[in-house]
Each structure stands twice: as C-alpha cells, then as structure tokens.
C-alpha cells in the first residue's frame, strides 16, 4: 500500500475534486466510507438540480480550523490517498472503512477513544485506493503534531498491508529521484515534449558530473550541454566560494516568461553541491585535527586501469582540447593540471628558465622496471600539440586546430577496457554483496556513470533508457555517498574517457557486444545485491535497466525497442548471439562453483 501526503489550505477545493469527474473522467461513484463520526450522515447531499452540497461538510471540517485561530498550521488542510497494489483484491467498502480508522489511529491524528481528536474523512471514487481528509486542529482546542508525518505514513501502511495480508510495497529508502509532478507533465505534453523538462535536465546534470574531473569543469559541461546555470555564492566569509547551484532549460519558463530553476538537490539527492564534490579529488570533508573524513576518490582518469592504446588516446584528447580552450602558455598548463595530468616542463640547456617543452602522463600509470610515471611528449601525441606549434597558433591568433578523436582501433580498445571494468566490478559486487555490501555500493553507484556517458557517446537510445532506469538502482540510502573502492574507480575511470570520446558513429563490433554482455552481467549482480538488502524498489529499477539490453536474461519477452537494439549490437559480430551467450553463462557459472579468492588478492582490471 502507497501513501501519498498533501497540504493545502481550503478543505472545499479538495472535496469538489474527489467528487468530482476526475481529470480524465475517472472518479466512479465517489461517496464517503469513514469519518469522526457516521459517514451517513456526513454524505454530502444531492440538490434537485443534480449537484451535490457541500456546505455543511465544510462547515463542520472548518469549525474548528476557525476555533484555533492564529495558532493553527499555516496549511490545515492535511490530504493522505491510500492505494492499494494492482495485485491485491478489490476491497469491500467495510474493509476500507476498516483500514481509514486504523491509518488514522496510527498516524495519531484520531486516536481510537479520543475524542478530542481531529476531524477528517474519507472517500473512495475507485475500486483500489481512498483519500483521507483532515484538518489539523484538534476538538479539544489545540494542533495536533505532524512532524515527520511523511516518513510515519510508509511505517503505518506497513503495519496495514500485513494485518490485511495485502502485497507488501517497498520501504520508502529516499533513493528515488524527485519526479515530475503533474503539471509538469501535462505541460510537456501541450508543448510536444518527449520527455519533462525535469527529467531532461536531471539526465544532463548526470552526464555531466560522471565525466567532470572538477567542480569548474562540472559547472563548464553544463554549459557546453546547453543549459542555462546559476551559482549560488556564500553571503559570509566564504571568499565567494559556491554554496549550491540551479539549472534550467532554455525555452522553459513560467507565466512571466523567467526561466523555471531547479537546484541540485531537487533534482536528485546526490546532484546537491556538496554532494558533487565528494566525487572530485581532494574534496572530501576533514575532520578535526586535519584528518580526512575518509578515503577521497582517486584522479580524474587512472591510467594504471587503462590500456596503453586507451591511455594514449586520453592523453591525445585531453591536451588537445585544453590547448583548444587556452588563448596561452600559463592557461594551457593550468588546464592540464585542473584535469589531473601530470606535467613535466623541458627547460633549455642554454637558458636554463627557458621552456622548450613539456611532457604529460596519466595517474597511476607507471614505466617498469623504475616505477617511474609513463611520460609521453606533447609532440609524440599529435604533431599540432608540440610547445612549438601550439605558440605559433596562440601567437598569430588562429582558430583552434582540428578535434582530436579516437580513432577506431582505439575505440576499440576502450571497449576492451570498459568490459573489463564492468567485470571487475561485477565479481566484486558478487564476492562482497553478501558479507561487506558497503564495500559492493561504490560500484554500484560508479555503474550509472558508465551508463549515461556510454548511453551519450554512442547516442542510442534503448542505452540511454536502460541509465535512466538505473538511476535509482545507484544510490545508497539518505543520499550517503559510498567510499571508494577499486571497482568503482575502475568504471568512474571508464566514464570519464567516454565523455572524452564525444558522439561515436560506428556502433557495431565484437568489442562494443562484448562490453554490453559485460554491463548486463553487471545489472544482474547488483539485483542480486539490492535484493540481498532487501531493497525491492533498488532491485526492480536494476532489473528494469537489465531488460533493454540484447541480452537480457529476463524471462519477460524483450520489447520491440530493445529487440532493435539486438539487431543494432550484433550486425557484424562473428558469431551466433545464442552461443555467445550460452559461453559467458557457462564461464560464469564456473566462476561462482570455484572457491573465491582471498579479498586481498582480487584481480585487477587491465593487469
């Protein structure tokens, strides 16, 4: 059973409407099936010429409203609809009246003998659901208490579906995004939209912190993304430092023809600014004393979990979009390390303060037998993005030079490395799920990064819809952020270069099927980790995504759209899905009857 609450201040307004038509005409016989006292007698009454009257109801649901006066909530009218799952039987109006008194009790808005309690109501128009009217303040002269009633409803309707033996509807867990409400969506559609506004900046929100490397390169992606961004700076000694933020899409404005703003948090729990900067390295809170709260997240790409070809292509594209953007020397070498390089100047043998150039490596990407950083000239990348040429195009004021891409080998190797991320974290989520799930979550929520940018960098729509599914899936309870573990530095690594690749064309190979069977398997374990944390909602979202890929081990036949993307995904791909599948189900298998190796020597992603 689902509680929704809702407030308002005229108890008229919300009467006329339960027993009313309906929006779409669907409210059926509305009548009234419990109260404080006999429904019988409170039923409105119908006028000869049809309508019903309200005003003595009213009256005796305002009176004592108008009793407490000043003292009164700023919104007395509290509004509760109760719905019943589609699965459980239609309920008699007897077993209804049964379920309002016993809500109403445990919410201790009317308890059972008091009879100074509240006044309410509640009608049923509908066979699966009632709507519960009260107004907050009580008989005996005084408002009743209602903090934390949002949270007290989910607990009551609990207590409700098992003594009714109803289907049990998921503990509300605060891991939902904030939805669309109606007249959001009724809007989109008079305007022809897809999807709500709300959602579509959500979607950008979150491609856009899976692959900034800082919190400027995070407020830059939401430009470059199209929408429209506001900052909201601190008032005190914050040096003008940040506090939050607020987004909104351009042609999207209210009545008075403002742009419609949505903070971060109304987005979602961890889109919040602070939230945010807990990605980013060195942003963690400390502790008294200096001591980090706890482990920080590693550097934007870490190149020990990357391919050389991989490796390369990063650096390529990094420099080259940072000298794009720079209008000289100092700002090139500030954007190179604003995006977590390591930087090496040469200096001249004649004038020793003389730069004649400079070398860039990624985190974590060593040169054996030294250990020493894999270091790689600016010239070795690209012949445009050697110190040389890079200040004769600053100097003369040119244009910025062609785009650098990933070429198609090394796209490949990208697929290479994203499968094997996705594995990684995958047999780390099935090794820790059941006996240390905080150390799973990291990777669970490090998924949805890999989903949105992969689902942006090959455009295809059911990849975007099963990240968009996934959404809630990621998130920890309260909007607790997980501490980093390896695999999900692994797949945040992955997302990051996905960002760097841009819009891919070609969409279909081997390696590109054998990253998606990887990213199902990868759905499919944190089902099994959400459901092991009896977490239904988390697992239901987890195998909703699971069922747009092509290879989906849902019982449920696939949909047209995800059928489509099957025929997409394997075009050229040598060999037969149904024995590709039938491969990765025996492997698997094998993985989990052989003995799990000790936690201290887990494989590696790209060793």
């Excluded at 419990?34 to 003595?56: C, F, Q, V």
């Excluded at 579509?200 to 912190?209: Q, Y």
């Excluded at 940040?242 to 979602?268: K, N």
Aim: charged share 25%; proline share 8%.
């Amino acid at each position: 059973m689902i509680g929704k609450v809702t407030r308002g201040t005229k108890v008229a307004g919300i009467l006329y409407y339960l027993y009313g038509p309906g929006r779409k005409n669907e409210h059926r016989d509305p009548h009234l099936v419990a109260g404080w006292r006999d429904p019988a007698d409170l039923e409105p009454p119908i006028r000869p010429n049809g309508r019903r009257d309200y005003r003595y109801l009213c009256s005796l649901l305002d009176q004592t409203v108008t009793a407490l006066g000043p003292y009164n909530h700023a919104q007395p009218v509290w509004h509760c609809s109760l719905r019943a799952a589609p699965e459980d039987p239609i309920l008699s109006d007897g077993r209804w009246t049964q379920i309002a008194g016993e809500f109403m009790h445990g919410m201790g808005l009317a308890p059972y003998g008091d009879h100074g309690a509240v006044r309410w109501v509640a009608v049923r128009h509908a066979d699966d659901h009632i709507h519960i009217v009260t107004t907050l303040a009580r008989e005996d002269g005084t408002p009743p208490a209602i903090w934390g009633d949002y949270d007290r409803v989910m607990s009551v309707c609990r207590t409700i579906e098992a003594r009714h033996g109803l289907r049990v509807a998921p503990a509300g867990d605060r891991t939902a995004a904030k939805t669309a409400g109606r007249a959001e969506v009724e809007k989109a559609i008079r305007l022809g939209r897809t999807d709500p506004p709300k959602d579509v900046i959500r979607r950008s929100v979150t491609t856009a912190a899976a692959g900034a490397r800082s919190e400027a390169d995070f407020f830059e992606r939401l430009a470059e993304s199209g929408l429209l961004v506001r900052r909201r700076h601190s008032r005190g000694g914050g040096a003008g430092r940040a506090e939050g933020y607020a987004v909104a899409l351009p042609g999207h404005t209210d009545a008075s023809g403002e742009p419609i703003w949505y903070g971060g948090y109304r987005l979602a729990a961890d889109l919040s600014l602070p939230k945010l900067r807990s990605r980013w390295p060195g942003s963690r809170p400390r502790l008294p004393g200096g001591r980090p709260a706890d482990r920080t997240m590693p550097g934007p790409v870490d190149g020990e979990r990357l391919s050389a070809r991989t490796a390369r292509a990063v650096l390529r594209t990094t420099v080259s979009g940072a000298a794009d953007r720079s209008a000289g020397e100092a700002e090139f070498f500030g954007r190179l390390a604003d995006r977590g390089l390591l930087l090496r100047m040469r200096y001249s043998e004649v004038n020793p303060g003389e730069v004649t150039g400079y070398a860039v490596a990624l985190p974590g990407r060593t040169r054996p037998p030294d250990g020493q950083p894999d270091w790689c000239p600016g010239s070795h990348l690209a012949d445009r993005l050697s110190l040389q040429k890079l200040r004769e195009r600053w100097g003369s004021g040119h244009d910025r030079g062609s785009a650098e891409r990933f070429t198609f080998e090394e796209r490949q190797a990208l697929y290479d490395d994203a499968a094997r991320a996705a594995g990684f974290a995958t047999d780390q989520i099935r090794r820790f799920g059941r006996f240390d799930p905080a150390r799973a979550a990291d990777a669970a929520w490090a998924a949805s990064d890999v989903l949105h940018t992969a689902a942006k960098a090959l455009g295809n729509p059911h990849l975007r819809a099963a990240a968009d599914a996934y959404d809630r899936a990621a998130r920890e309870p309260y909007a607790k952020i997980p501490s980093p573990t390896p695999a999900g530095n692994a797949l945040r690594t992955i997302a990051r270069v996905f960002v760097l690749v841009g819009l891919i064309e070609d969409r279909t190979s081997r390696t590109l099927l054998q990253f998606l069977i990887q990213l199902t398997a990868l759905m499919d374990a944190v089902v099994g980790l959400r459901a092991l944390q009896h977490r239904d909602a988390q697992a239901s979202a987890a195998a909703q995504a699971s069922r747009h890929f092509p290879n989906s081990p849902s019982p449920a036949c696939p949909s047209e759209e995800a059928a489509g993307f099957m025929r997409l995904a394997t075009a050229d791909f040598p060999m037969d899905i149904t024995a590709s599948l039938q491969m990765q189900q025996a492997a698997a298998g094998q993985r989990q009857s052989s003995p799990a190796p000790s936690p201290g020597h887990s494989r590696r992603p790209g060793r």
